[in-house]
């Protein structure tokens, strides 16, 4: 997992489709989102803009990933994000390797206030609770890569 602010996108560049996800974000407008569907390499680079309201931690759910890590970047509001290491967790929705997604259920290793500018990558290994309210429930703009996980 990786928690870092885009000002820092250059140390990322020995990452290509990492830093090329991350150049593509510093490129957008100050909260400007991108076109849903945006792909950068075909199967590989894509992205959708995500608007939300956050919600109590209670009613969040982790995720996991084995095709794709994710990437999360904020673009207006706060959003709470928890990680936890998979095999911590309880299974409550199997993995579904059409959709790429399985959903857990446990207590959280950390947490992390992601604001604008900042952007979290979690990896195959890191399941991820999002849409976390920090105070109150809160709008929240936000891009959400998907970037293949080269094994």
Request: glycine share 4%; with cysteine.
């Amino acid at each position: 997992m990786i928690f870092d602010s885009i000002a820092n996108k250059d140390n990322y560049r020995d990452f290509p489709m990492l830093y090329e996800a991350l150049c593509f974000l510093s490129s957008l407008a100050a909260n400007e989102l991108p076109k849903p569907g945006t792909v950068l390499i075909k199967d590989k680079l894509f992205c959708n803009p995500v608007s939300l309201v956050s919600k109590p931690e209670s009613d969040c759910i982790y995720e996991a990933h084995r095709k794709y890590i994710d990437l999360h970047y904020i673009v207006k509001g706060v959003e709470r994000i928890a990680t936890c290491d998979i095999p911590a967790l309880k299974t409550e929705v199997p993995y579904s390797e059409e959709k790429d997604i399985e959903f857990l259920t446990g207590e959280a290793d950390g947490y992390y206030d992601l604001k604008p500018g900042q952007f979290m990558v979690c990896f195959p290994n890191d399941a991820h609770k999002v849409a976390i309210m920090k105070d109150q429930p809160a709008p929240i703009d936000k891009v959400v890569f998907k970037i293949a996980a080269e094994r």
